[in-house]
């Protein structure tokens, strides 16, 4: 049975998108670790929850402008609108995987898969290389061992997370949930 969706258009879904993004801005900014080409964050966690919830569309700009916002507020390097758009790419590939779908192995790997090989190793390489002129082996190099351990990371804590984490109670306290 598939679990009941937030309306995104209440007060009460704005007020649990918000607050997700709130958390999607905490963990990317305070509880991540920066290294020179490379960037470890548990952010993925709140964004794979935001998917569950809420339509692609609206998780592929909520991460975009969560991600904006902790530049804003937090900036760790130099600003780069690359990256805003793998942002709401993540948010956006998440939601097609995760939102009013069954949640298998299949799907959350499928999704990790994307969001880590082809946006975070790809994309955010070219970027890379676009800012700082970067040899693509040199990228590749650093990046490839992350990428594959990030992956593995990804897989265990969405399942985990998604399979845990009672988010039938947050919809089920909307009043505003929809059943399908």
């Given at each position: 049975m598939r679990?009941?969706?937030?309306n995104w258009r209440s007060a009460y879904g704005v007020s649990v998108l918000g607050s997700l993004m709130a958390m999607q801005i905490l963990l990317g900014?305070?509880?991540s670790i920066q290294l020179l080409m490379t960037k470890i964050t548990f952010s993925f966690i709140?964004?794979?929850?935001?998917?569950?919830l809420f339509p692609p569309k609206i998780t592929a700009g909520a991460t975009g402008l969560a991600y904006l916002l902790s530049m804003l507020l937090f900036p760790k390097f130099a600003f780069f609108i690359g990256f805003v758009l793998t942002a709401i790419l993540t948010g956006y590939t998440f939601g097609l995987c995760l939102y009013q779908k069954p949640l298998t192995l299949w799907r959350i790997s499928l999704a990790a898969f994307v969001v880590n090989f082809g946006f975070n190793l790809f994309l955010n390489s070219l970027w890379l290389r676009m800012m700082y002129g970067l040899a693509w082996k040199t990228l590749f190099v650093t990046r490839v061992p992350q990428e594959i351990i990030?992956?593995?990371i990804y897989v265990?804590?969405?399942q985990l997370v998604l399979k845990v984490l009672p988010l039938s109670q947050l919809t089920a306290r909307a009043g505003t949930a929809k059943e399908e």
């Open positions: 679990e009941k969706q937030l900014s305070f509880l709140v964004t794979a929850i935001m998917a569950r990030s992956f593995v265990i804590l969405i």
